[in-house]
């Protein structure tokens, strides 16, 4: 069964800053990889996508990579804002249909 | 367009009594997946529709059913409720073959 983790589980950062999340998945075996954002009490906002045959993917302020290989994906932010204070979760896609393995998720509070 | 909307938003129940809950995907979209989201263990998926056929399913006990009919709009059903159940059930819409997940408000269950 894929296992999907992120560290760190919380992350508090200055107004300004750029900042790194991280995901790492068990098995290499992915057919995408998704980054959402949640905020409190609401659903999930895909934020990027990116297909197994890709390294990475940018809108706007974030950048996010993946590596099969290592199991790993990453989410950068540049510039952080107050508004991406959010919980941060990244879900990797099986070779068929729609099943996601999410992740435990990244607590993101930006400080003004 | 309009988004995914998922009905009713907030349901309290009591052990050993069914629900239904109510899933609208985004107009053109043909696959509904179901997810639940609990402190403990995360996001979780339970199943997957596509044209009226679940296509893919999760670890979840025959408790918990689903449909989708032919207007793509999907139903889950939970009987026999436990304590456990409690837990924000999302759904997600996409247009086809392991797309974007663009994901409902959510339905909040809470089973005394």
Redesign the interface.
């Known amino acids: 069964k894929q296992e999907v983790t992120q560290i760190p589980a919380a992350l508090s950062v200055p107004e300004g800053e750029n900042l790194v999340l991280n995901c790492s998945f068990t098995d290499s075996a992915i057919y995408n990889l998704q980054w959402f954002r949640q905020d409190p009490g609401k659903g999930l906002t895909s934020l990027l996508l990116i297909q197994s045959s890709q390294r990475e993917q940018t809108s706007g302020r974030l950048n996010a990579s993946l590596d099969k290989s290592s199991g790993r994906s990453t989410l950068y932010i540049a510039a952080s804002q107050p508004g991406d204070s959010a919980t941060y979760l990244c879900a990797v896609g099986k070779n068929t249909g729609n099943q996601f393995y999410f992740g435990t998720g990244t607590s993101l509070t930006v400080i003004p | 367009k309009a988004g995914?909307t998922q009905t009713p938003r907030y349901l309290i129940k009591t052990r050993g009594q069914q629900v239904t809950l109510s899933c609208s995907p985004i107009s053109g979209h043909r696959?509904v997946?179901w997810?639940q989201q609990t402190p403990g263990q995360?996001?979780?998926?339970l199943f997957?529709y596509?044209s009226e056929t679940q296509?893919?399913k999760?670890n979840f006990p025959g408790r918990f059913s689903g449909r989708q009919f032919s207007n793509s709009r999907s139903e889950m059903n939970v009987s026999t409720l436990e304590l456990g159940d409690s837990a924000l059930y999302?759904c997600?819409s996409?247009s086809g073959?392991?797309?974007?997940?663009?994901?409902?408000?959510?339905t909040r269950l809470t089973v005394l």
Do not use: C, I, K, M
């Open positions: 995914v696959s997946s997810y995360g996001l979780q998926f997957e596509f296509r893919n999760g999302l997600a996409s073959h392991t797309d974007t997940q663009y994901f409902g408000p959510g």
